[in-house]
């Protein structure tokens, strides 16, 4: 009988190339248009030609039969679609989760930051920083991270410990809405990371489960699962628009924090331009030390 994570991953294999097939054009890879199609993308031959293998290969490969297939033919695959880096990772942990076990999988423990850990980020008084794991749980952060999220700790979709989960919060909180600007870019960026931490960890069960509730829940969440993009490393832009501040436009950059059991979290770090209005609302945030704000009325 065959494992559920492994079917799993054949499933996903089938639609995440299917996907991305869906997104190139002939004209992209540089082979001839043939006039009107029935649907959007490349044809399965076509992938097949631009990959040096048969239609019959790449036909099997794409409804999830991957066991067997050689990196040399996953890395020819990748390059005829185009695949990005972290689109390559994700192919290649797929992959690895479809192949028999010769033992039983390790299944990853959560872990608290150690004390250390918590010291560095909270000795950065003028940035917001944060350590989360694959499952968008917040792990840690200071003072200043809690101050600038006030609206995810205070929402009814933290745990019974008052922890949040970012991606709780964005599909299943309407306030998400106010506090995010750019609020369906920071849903495609978590749908996406949670995507890559699946590849990375399919045995996970309470990932499987966080999944299922947004499915069931978010429609929201539901488009953007079903589009299967990718994210592992990210940087960037975050405008937030804070209840006591205002709006903020931040300059945030994560990185790997590896730790024990086979942990690797996320450290996340906001900063502000010097010498705009976003770094004046931060440091007034910052002032405050992570304690409720007073009652003001938010800067535009």
């Known amino acids: 009988m065959d494992h559920p994570d492994r079917a799993g991953s054949r499933a996903d294999i089938r639609d995440f190339l299917a996907t991305r097939r869906a997104k190139l ?10 006039g009107r199609r029935r649907v959007p993308g490349l044809r399965r031959e076509e992938v097949a030609v631009l990959a040096g293998v048969s239609t019959e290969w790449y036909t099997r490969l794409e409804k999830g039969h991957i066991s067997g297939v050689s990196e040399d033919v996953l890395h020819a695959v990748a390059q005829a679609l185009r ?12 992959a690895r989760a479809t192949r028999p076990a010769t033992r039983a999988p390790r299944r990853r423990k959560d872990v608290e930051v150690p004390p ?7 000795s950065m008084t003028m940035s917001s920083a944060l350590v ?16 600038l999220h006030a609206p995810m700790f205070d ?15 964005l599909f299943l909180d309407s306030s998400s809405k106010d506090f995010f600007v750019d ?106 030390g992570g304690k409720p704000a007073p009652a003001t009325e938010p800067t535009p």
């Open 183 to 288: 609020w369906e870019a920071a849903a495609v960026v978590t749908v996406a990371l949670l995507r890559a931490e699946a590849g990375r960890e399919p045995h996970d069960r309470a990932l499987r489960e966080l999944v299922g509730d947004l499915s069931t829940l978010s429609p929201e969440f539901r488009t953007q699962w079903a589009a299967h993009d990718v994210r592992i490393h990210h940087s960037g832009t975050k405008r937030l628009r804070h209840p006591e501040v205002g709006r903020l436009d931040l300059t945030y950059r994560s990185m790997d924090l590896p730790l024990s059991h086979r942990a690797v979290h996320d450290l996340t770090i906001y900063t502000a331009e010097p010498g705009t209005p976003s770094e004046d609302r931060l440091r007034l945030l910052a002032s405050w």
């Open 132 to 147: 989360r794991n694959g499952r968008m749980d917040v792990i840690a952060g200071n003072a200043l991270f809690r101050a």
């Open 116 to 122: 250390d850990v918590q010291w560095m980020l909270d």
């Open 155 to 169: 929402s009814g979709t933290t745990d019974r410990h008052g922890r949040p989960n970012i991606a709780r919060y």
């Open 25 to 34: 054009t002939p004209e992209q890879v540089g082979l001839p248009s043939s």
């Open 83 to 94: 695949l990005d880096e972290d689109e390559r990772t994700y192919l290649f942990d797929l």
